[in-house]
């Protein structure tokens, strides 16, 4: 009986991945969230004028609903960036009610409203209280749900 021969196969990943020069995952990871982080401040200035925005829809009550959704949309994404959890959460409610008018033909600007002040509450207490403010996203959901999908 012969003896089992292995073959090595060589991968060119293998061989790039071994090259010196290239960075771990971890250190692409750190180096993303420092440039990041240059950038939030101006981020929190286009949420706070996104979310003045909306107000002024909210005053007015003479937007579409998909310019209420869009506004929103965008919120939720540079939010997501940023990690800014409840405005996200708030912002994915917001939405959510706005398909759901849309789908059932109506436009009830006092629940929109109700999401648009939570907005501005959620953005100027980010990252304090937080289990008071999940309360308020829970409220949130709350008026949401009472329109089924």
Sequence with gaps: MSEAQFVRVKYRLTEQVAQPGGMTAGLASERAQRELAAYAGDAMKSLGAMISRM????????????SVYEEAS??????????????????????????????????DWVA???HVNALRLLWSKDGQEPDSLKSVVDGLWTITDRLAP
Excluded: N, P, W
């Design 55 to 66: 107000e002024a829809m909210s005053r007015e009550q003479t937007a579409s609903l998909d």
């Design 74 to 107: 965008t919120i939720l994404d540079i939010a997501g960036v940023f990690d800014k959890r409840m405005l996200c959460d708030a912002c994915y409610s917001l939405c959510e009610l706005v398909d759901r008018q849309r789908t059932h033909q109506r436009q």
């Design 112 to 114: 929109i409203v109700v």
